[in-house]
Structure formats: structure tokens, C-alpha cells
């Protein structure tokens, strides 16, 4: 599974597309972590009047990881989307379904290769925030809750990718459906906020990866959110590993 995990990790940076995601992701949060600063030069000095006034974290590094988040929801079907569908499209799937490796070992690896490479997106993006201790004071404890909350949901992006990955031969629908299921699921909590679907604004809710995440990002870690997107993470790993083991025993 380990090796696996190796091999799918090792074949993304092969791949010009992954490199070419890292430069653009540093590049575009770059400009946005030099666009808050520059926010908050400006308004440093209003600021330091009122009692109470939010601080470096609350202006740069809590905005920057929200901007973050929208950033993984764009580019996680693009690095998900070829992970069973090129299998499947190079008629090399039949090979690795036949490998002594079980299913579970087969999916975990595939997951955790392609987790592994978000991580270290993460890690690069990490450092900006944590650049500020350099000069001024920051809240470490909301820094973390928000890495976290990063964590938390990049791996549920990368299990959707996997599993819808897994249902089509066209990395390009794989990445479609992804990307729209994503942003279902990130903004479908604004039908609970209307009239006509107040009873069922309780579920809608519930649903929102967004609405999970927007607690850790404040600081608040609370288990229920955790549980949320463990929840997701198992529920589509087991969704592909009984789409490809009905294909295997096929």
C-alpha cells in the first residue's frame, strides 16, 4: 500500500501539470498574502485606536487560509481527476486490479500518494502566515485550528475525486463532476437559508463543507466538525472500494 502510495505520489511530479499547479498556487497566494498586508499597513493605524481591534491573524492569516480553501476547491479535481480514469482510458486498470494487493490496499494507496502531494502544497502555503512571527505577534492557536481545517478539507476533496474518479474512463468528465459535487456541497447551505427550505435548513447545513470549516478558521475546534469530514473521508473511500471490487470480480 506504502509502495503504492509512493509510486502515485513519485508519477504526479513526474507529471508537468502538478509542478505547474504548485508555481500558480504560490504564485496566486503570494499576491493575495501581499495584497492583505498591504490591507493592513493601511489600516494599522485606525486600528490601533479601537479597544480590542483584531490583530495580524485575524487580518491576514485567518482571510488567507479562507482564500486558501476556495484555491483547493478548484485545483483538487484537476489533480484527482486521472487517478482511476487513466487507469481505466490506458486499459491499465484490469493490470493493477490483478496486482496481490487487495482493494482497500489499492484505494488507500492511490489516497494517500495523492494526499501526500496536497500536504505539500500545504506545507509551502503554511509558511507564509507563519512568516509574520518575524514581525509581529500572532495567535498560533487559530493558525493550527485553520491548518487543520485545510487538512481536513483537502482530504475530503481528494476522496470525492477518488471515488468519482473511479466511475469514468474521461479524466475530463472525472473532473467535471468533481468540481461541480465540490461546489454543491460547499455552497448548499444557502438553500437552508431561505423561507421555502427553513425545515430543511438544519441538514443543509450539516452538508456544507464550507459551513465545517468556517469554525476551525475562527479557532474553534469542535469534534463534531472533525467528525463531519472523517465521516466524508470513509464514506467515499468505501464508496470506491465497492466500485472497484464489483469491477474486479467482474
Known sequence: MFTLARNELYRLFLSPLAWVILALCQLLIAY????HIDYFMQIQGKMSAIPGAPGVTEMIAVPLMNNTAMI???IAPLITMRLVAEERRNNSLPLLLSAPLSVVQIVLGKYLGTLSFFIVLLSLISLMPLSLSLGASLDYGVIMSGL?????????FTAIGLFLSSLTAQPTIAAISTFAFLFLFWIIDWAGNTQIMAETTSLFNWLSLLRHYEPLLQGEVNSSDVAYYLIIIVAFLALTIRRLDAERLN
Open 32 to 35: 493575495l498574502f501581499l495584497t
Open 72 to 74: 483547493l476547491l478548484l
Open 148 to 156: 487543520l481545517g485545510l487538512v481536513l478539507l483537502v482530504a475530503s
